[in-house]
């Protein structure tokens, strides 16, 4: 029989960076990229490698996830 209890935070399948990055706004971080230890912003930048290069100088022992966050979209319909 299966188990329909739901999942708790120590359950979940997802990375902390991942959580932080889904929950968090990063609209200061638009159109670049960023490394993210934990639940922190540690290197951003217009350069993935460059913000690789600067997180694991500060953090040499930890792996980043990186990420690119888009740019903010201005969408323009016309109605006739």
Same mark, same amino acid.
Do not use: C
């Given at each position: 029989? *299966?188990?329909? !209890? @739901? !999942? &708790? *935070? +120590?359950? $979940?399948? &997802? $990375? #902390?960076?991942?959580?932080?990055?889904?929950?968090? #706004?990063? &609209? !200061?971080?638009?159109? *670049? /990229?960023? %490394?993210?230890?934990? *639940? +922190?912003?540690? %290197? $951003?930048?217009? $350069?993935? +490698?460059?913000?690789?290069?600067?997180?694991? !100088?500060? /953090?040499?022992?930890?792996? #980043? &996830?990186?990420?690119?966050? #888009? +740019?903010?979209?201005?969408? @323009? /319909?016309?109605? /006739?």
């Amino acid at each position: 029989m *299966k188990n329909n !209890r @739901s !999942r &708790t *935070k +120590k359950e $979940s399948k &997802t $990375s #902390p960076e991942f959580d932080f990055f889904l929950h968090n #706004p990063l &609209t !200061r971080y638009e159109g *670049k /990229y960023v %490394a993210i230890l934990g *639940k +922190k912003v540690v %290197a $951003s930048g217009i $350069s993935a +490698k460059d913000i690789w290069v600067e997180a694991i !100088r500060k /953090y040499p022992k930890q792996i #980043p &996830t990186i990420a690119k966050l #888009p +740019k903010k979209e201005i969408l @323009s /319909y016309n109605f /006739y």
